[in-house]
């Protein structure tokens, strides 16, 4: 799978993630910052959340870690 069509799904992936407060995904919402696919595809997501004090700041880094994992070709 070329770095491309990995990171397209990545960007799939990140729209089935929804913060918890606000009906709109993470990556449309703007909280994503950046996607890169490194060597190995290992991939480095730079983001945010929607507040400093938000709720969710334990639980919605780990839910995309864990969603991220599930995609083939993720290393």
């Keep these: 799978m070329s770095t491309e069509e990995l990171n397209q799904k990545v960007i799939e992936c990140l729209q089935t993630i ?3 407060e606000i009906p709109v995904n993470i990556y449309e919402m703007g909280l994503v910052y950046e996607i890169n696919v490194l060597p190995i595809n290992n991939v480095q997501i730079v983001m945010t959340l929607t507040a ?7 639980s ?15 290393n």
């Design 60 to 74: 919605l880094p780990l839910e995309v870690d864990q969603k991220l994992r599930l995609i083939e070709g993720v």
């Design 18 to 20: 929804y913060d918890p």
């Design 52 to 58: 400093p004090g938000c709720p969710a700041a334990q």
